[in-house]
């Protein structure tokens, strides 16, 4: 073997190693599904189709996007940002998120708004408009669709042992407004990275990104 098999072979096993190993104890690949609730309710952060790695280990806590057991379907998913904890209190409506009284807002509006979305229930598309918050200790991206029904504020309190979830998407939800926290062991999967879109490889804006 010549000086560059070996260091081909000094390299790239290794690699193929590390590789292995994150995937096995790590991360784990997923598929977001082409459901249509599961679609709007996570944009602006993802899409159907995007490729992302869960990972797998430590436990969820305030702030991170999460993949939970439906508690309506067993068999699928949802996906939805912890924004509080046993015996927290959050207020939600249209424009208001409060947890235990402070409010949190967009702090400023994204570069690109991203695609239209898609209502479920009429099938009929509506702009999309997407913000930055700052919460907890970070930010992540949400989206308003301003031709969604107005939502009065509602206050719920959180269950020892379960967390709220809320969707990036505030008006096009499937998260603890529509089904009740849920137990904490249920969401065991962090969404952290986004390898590509179902664009594939060429769609330089959202392949390997990570997902805040």
Aim: proline fraction near 6%; hydrophobic fraction near 40%.
């Amino acid at each position: 073997m010549g000086s560059f098999g070996r260091f081909l072979a000094w390299t790239l096993i290794p690699t193929g190693v590390a590789i292995g190993v994150l995937r096995a104890f790590v991360f784990e690949p997923w598929l977001v599904p082409d459901d249509e609730w599961l679609a709007a309710s996570v944009a602006p952060t993802l899409a159907t189709g995007d490729q992302v790695l869960l990972l797998t280990v430590g436990t969820p806590s305030i702030g991170d996007l999460v993949r939970c057991k439906d508690p309506e379907e067993p068999s699928a998913f949802v996906v939805g940002r912890i924004v509080a904890k046993g015996g927290d209190r959050v207020e939600l409506g249209t424009g208001v998120f409060k947890v235990n009284g402070y409010s949190y807002s967009s702090s400023e509006a994204c570069a690109d708004n991203g695609p239209p979305v898609l209502f479920p229930e009429s099938r009929t598309q509506a702009d999309l408009v997407c913000g930055r918050v700052e919460f907890a200790g970070g930010w992540h991206l949400v989206g308003r669709v301003l031709k969604a029904k107005s939502e009065a504020p509602r206050t719920y309190k959180v269950d020892p042992g379960r967390v709220f979830l809320l969707s990036d998407n505030r008006d096009l939800h499937d998260d603890s407004r529509d089904f009740g926290a849920v137990p904490l062991e249920n969401c065991d999967r962090r969404l952290s990275f986004r390898l590509w879109s179902s664009k594939g490889w060429s769609d330089g804006k959202r392949r390997l990104t990570l997902l805040r």
